[in-house]
Protein backbone atom coordinates (compact mmCIF):
# COMPACT_ATOMS: atom_id res chain seq x y z
CA UNK A 1 0.00 0.00 0.00
CA UNK A 2 2.66 2.39 0.48
CA UNK A 3 4.62 2.04 -2.53
CA UNK A 4 1.33 2.24 -4.49
CA UNK A 5 0.48 5.44 -2.48
CA UNK A 6 4.23 6.82 -2.91
CA UNK A 7 3.95 6.69 -6.64
CA UNK A 8 0.59 8.03 -7.43
CA UNK A 9 0.74 10.88 -4.81
CA UNK A 10 3.05 12.81 -6.89
CA UNK A 11 1.37 12.33 -10.34
CA UNK A 12 -1.70 13.10 -9.00
CA UNK A 13 -0.57 16.23 -7.30
CA UNK A 14 1.56 17.31 -9.99
CA UNK A 15 -1.27 16.76 -12.70
CA UNK A 16 -3.65 19.20 -10.04
CA UNK A 17 -0.93 21.65 -10.52
CA UNK A 18 -0.44 21.02 -14.17
CA UNK A 19 -4.73 22.00 -14.30
CA UNK A 20 -4.07 25.05 -12.45
CA UNK A 21 -1.60 26.18 -14.84
CA UNK A 22 -3.55 25.69 -18.04
CA UNK A 23 -6.28 27.61 -16.52
CA UNK A 24 -4.46 30.42 -15.64
CA UNK A 25 -3.25 30.61 -19.06
CA UNK A 26 -6.84 30.39 -20.40
CA UNK A 27 -7.84 33.37 -18.22
CA UNK A 28 -4.78 35.39 -19.48
CA UNK A 29 -5.58 34.53 -23.15
CA UNK A 30 -9.41 35.54 -22.69
CA UNK A 31 -8.30 38.44 -20.83
CA UNK A 32 -6.29 39.55 -23.91
CA UNK A 33 -8.81 38.73 -26.33
CA UNK A 34 -11.28 40.73 -25.05
CA UNK A 35 -8.75 43.57 -24.70
CA UNK A 36 -7.61 43.57 -27.78
CA UNK A 37 -11.15 43.32 -29.61
CA UNK A 38 -11.17 47.40 -28.80
CA UNK A 39 -7.70 48.05 -30.93
CA UNK A 40 -7.35 49.52 -34.33
CA UNK A 41 -5.93 46.77 -36.48
CA UNK A 42 -1.84 47.23 -36.72
CA UNK A 43 0.01 47.36 -40.33
CA UNK A 44 2.03 44.08 -40.83
CA UNK A 45 5.36 43.63 -40.50
CA UNK A 46 6.92 40.36 -38.45
CA UNK A 47 2.96 39.21 -37.74
CA UNK A 48 4.43 35.89 -35.85
CA UNK A 49 6.20 38.00 -33.43
CA UNK A 50 3.04 40.00 -32.24
CA UNK A 51 0.65 39.19 -29.52
CA UNK A 52 -2.38 36.76 -29.67
CA UNK A 53 -5.34 38.04 -31.00
CA UNK A 54 -3.53 41.44 -32.01
CA UNK A 55 -5.57 42.88 -35.21
CA UNK A 56 -3.76 43.75 -38.28
CA UNK A 57 -4.13 44.95 -41.69
CA UNK A 58 -2.73 42.63 -44.57
CA UNK A 59 -2.68 43.73 -48.40
CA UNK A 60 -1.94 41.15 -50.99
CA UNK A 61 -3.53 38.27 -52.86
CA UNK A 62 -5.29 34.97 -52.08
CA UNK A 63 -3.85 32.26 -54.04
CA UNK A 64 -7.24 30.49 -55.74
CA UNK A 65 -4.96 27.23 -56.46
CA UNK A 66 -3.07 26.41 -53.27
CA UNK A 67 -5.31 26.20 -50.35
CA UNK A 68 -5.86 23.70 -46.95
CA UNK A 69 -9.18 22.47 -46.41
CA UNK A 70 -9.36 21.77 -42.97
CA UNK A 71 -11.49 18.79 -41.54
CA UNK A 72 -15.11 18.01 -39.88
CA UNK A 73 -15.96 21.33 -39.01
CA UNK A 74 -20.00 22.12 -38.51
CA UNK A 75 -22.04 25.79 -38.67
CA UNK A 76 -25.75 25.57 -37.99
CA UNK A 77 -25.76 21.95 -38.08
CA UNK A 78 -23.77 21.26 -41.34
CA UNK A 79 -20.48 19.37 -41.94
CA UNK A 80 -17.69 21.28 -43.95
CA UNK A 81 -14.46 22.15 -43.54
CA UNK A 82 -12.69 25.74 -42.77
CA UNK A 83 -10.68 26.90 -45.78
CA UNK A 84 -7.02 27.80 -44.72
CA UNK A 85 -5.94 29.89 -47.98
CA UNK A 86 -1.90 31.14 -48.44
CA UNK A 87 -2.19 34.96 -48.88
CA UNK A 88 0.80 36.55 -50.49
CA UNK A 89 1.21 39.73 -48.75
CA UNK A 90 2.86 42.67 -50.95
CA UNK A 91 6.04 43.06 -48.58
CA UNK A 92 6.39 39.58 -49.84
CA UNK A 93 5.70 37.16 -47.37
CA UNK A 94 2.64 34.36 -47.12
CA UNK A 95 0.63 33.91 -44.59
CA UNK A 96 -2.33 31.02 -44.05
CA UNK A 97 -5.41 32.66 -43.23
CA UNK A 98 -8.76 30.90 -41.93
CA UNK A 99 -11.19 32.20 -44.17
CA UNK A 100 -14.07 30.69 -42.64
CA UNK A 101 -16.14 27.59 -43.25
CA UNK A 102 -17.48 26.04 -46.22
CA UNK A 103 -20.40 23.05 -46.57
CA UNK A 104 -18.62 20.27 -47.78
CA UNK A 105 -19.70 18.38 -50.58
CA UNK A 106 -22.35 14.78 -50.47
CA UNK A 107 -19.27 12.69 -51.70
CA UNK A 108 -16.25 12.60 -49.97
CA UNK A 109 -13.90 12.28 -52.70
CA UNK A 110 -15.04 15.70 -53.90
CA UNK A 111 -14.35 19.06 -52.66
CA UNK A 112 -16.05 21.70 -52.49
CA UNK A 113 -16.00 25.11 -54.61
CA UNK A 114 -14.33 27.96 -53.17
CA UNK A 115 -14.53 31.28 -54.79
CA UNK A 116 -11.84 33.55 -54.21
CA UNK A 117 -10.86 37.38 -55.02
CA UNK A 118 -8.67 37.40 -58.04
CA UNK A 119 -7.24 40.99 -57.61
CA UNK A 120 -5.21 42.87 -54.71
CA UNK A 121 -7.33 43.24 -51.70
CA UNK A 122 -6.64 44.62 -47.80
CA UNK A 123 -8.01 42.39 -45.16
CA UNK A 124 -8.07 42.77 -41.69
CA UNK A 125 -7.71 40.09 -39.60
CA UNK A 126 -6.73 39.00 -36.35
CA UNK A 127 -3.42 36.99 -35.14
CA UNK A 128 -4.60 33.74 -33.48
CA UNK A 129 -3.44 31.68 -30.93
CA UNK A 130 -5.25 28.19 -31.08
CA UNK A 131 -5.15 25.81 -27.85
CA UNK A 132 -3.59 22.53 -29.16
CA UNK A 133 -2.93 21.13 -25.87
CA UNK A 134 -5.00 18.32 -25.72
CA UNK A 135 -4.28 14.73 -27.01
CA UNK A 136 -4.46 14.48 -30.66
CA UNK A 137 -4.49 11.51 -33.27
CA UNK A 138 -1.84 11.49 -35.98
CA UNK A 139 -2.24 12.47 -38.99
CA UNK A 140 -2.22 10.62 -41.71
CA UNK A 141 0.60 12.46 -44.79
CA UNK A 142 -0.38 14.75 -47.31
CA UNK A 143 -1.67 14.02 -50.87
CA UNK A 144 0.58 15.74 -53.77
CA UNK A 145 -2.85 18.13 -54.77
CA UNK A 146 -4.75 20.90 -53.95
CA UNK A 147 -6.39 21.89 -52.71
CA UNK A 148 -4.84 20.06 -49.41
CA UNK A 149 -7.07 18.39 -46.82
CA UNK A 150 -6.04 18.26 -43.51
CA UNK A 151 -7.22 17.14 -40.35
CA UNK A 152 -5.39 20.00 -37.87
CA UNK A 153 -3.61 22.84 -38.01
CA UNK A 154 0.27 22.11 -38.11
CA UNK A 155 2.25 25.13 -39.38
CA UNK A 156 5.35 23.26 -39.49
CA UNK A 157 3.88 20.32 -42.16
CA UNK A 158 1.67 23.30 -43.69
CA UNK A 159 4.86 25.32 -44.52
CA UNK A 160 6.77 22.20 -45.94
CA UNK A 161 3.69 21.51 -47.87
CA UNK A 162 3.43 25.17 -49.35
CA UNK A 163 6.96 25.47 -49.47
CA UNK A 164 6.43 28.73 -48.20
CA UNK A 165 4.35 30.43 -45.20
CA UNK A 166 4.71 32.44 -41.70
CA UNK A 167 4.57 29.91 -38.48
CA UNK A 168 1.36 31.37 -37.81
CA UNK A 169 -2.83 31.21 -38.14
CA UNK A 170 -4.76 34.38 -39.42
CA UNK A 171 -8.49 34.31 -39.16
CA UNK A 172 -10.10 36.81 -41.01
CA UNK A 173 -12.72 39.35 -39.90
CA UNK A 174 -16.39 38.96 -40.97
CA UNK A 175 -17.18 40.75 -44.26
CA UNK A 176 -13.52 41.48 -45.50
CA UNK A 177 -12.74 40.49 -49.11
CA UNK A 178 -12.45 36.93 -49.36
CA UNK A 179 -14.65 36.30 -45.77
CA UNK A 180 -16.54 32.93 -45.98
CA UNK A 181 -18.68 31.97 -43.45
CA UNK A 182 -17.90 32.85 -39.94
CA UNK A 183 -17.69 29.56 -37.90
CA UNK A 184 -15.71 31.47 -35.03
CA UNK A 185 -16.51 34.83 -33.11
CA UNK A 186 -14.32 34.23 -30.35
CA UNK A 187 -11.90 31.25 -29.12
CA UNK A 188 -13.62 29.29 -26.95
CA UNK A 189 -11.84 29.66 -23.32
CA UNK A 190 -12.16 27.16 -20.49
CA UNK A 191 -10.46 27.62 -17.20
CA UNK A 192 -13.58 26.16 -15.18
CA UNK A 193 -12.81 23.26 -16.94
CA UNK A 194 -9.44 23.27 -15.60
CA UNK A 195 -10.53 24.40 -12.58
CA UNK A 196 -12.66 21.21 -12.01
CA UNK A 197 -10.31 18.88 -13.07
CA UNK A 198 -7.59 19.98 -10.43
CA UNK A 199 -10.04 19.79 -7.88
CA UNK A 200 -10.30 16.28 -9.07
CA UNK A 201 -6.74 15.52 -9.08
CA UNK A 202 -6.40 16.91 -5.73
CA UNK A 203 -9.61 14.98 -4.47
CA UNK A 204 -7.74 11.80 -5.63
CA UNK A 205 -4.52 13.23 -3.56
CA UNK A 206 -6.39 13.75 -0.41
CA UNK A 207 -7.90 10.07 -1.02
CA UNK A 208 -5.22 8.19 -1.25
CA UNK A 209 -3.55 9.62 1.94
CA UNK A 210 -6.75 9.15 4.00
CA UNK A 211 -6.39 5.48 2.27
CA UNK A 212 -2.95 5.56 3.46
CA UNK A 213 -3.47 6.53 6.92
CA UNK A 214 -6.30 4.32 7.85
CA UNK A 215 -4.73 0.86 6.23
CA UNK A 216 -1.52 2.08 8.25
CA UNK A 217 -4.06 2.28 11.40
CA UNK A 218 -5.34 -1.11 10.87
CA UNK A 219 -1.76 -2.61 10.40
CA UNK A 220 -0.66 -0.94 13.47
CA UNK A 221 -3.35 -2.44 15.58
Known amino acids: MSAFVAFFLPVTIALGVWQLSRAGQQVKLEEAFLARQGELPVAATDVAALAPYTRIRLHGRFDGEHYFLLDNRTLDGQVGYDVIALFRASEGKTYFVNRGFVIAPARR ?22 DRAEFELPEAAYSERWPERIEKIDLAKMIARAGTGEPVEIRIEPGQPGALAARFDMPRFSPQTNYGYAVQWFGLALALVVLFAFFGRRGAR
Do not use: G, L, N, S
Open 109 to 130: DAFPVVETPTADVAITAIVWQA
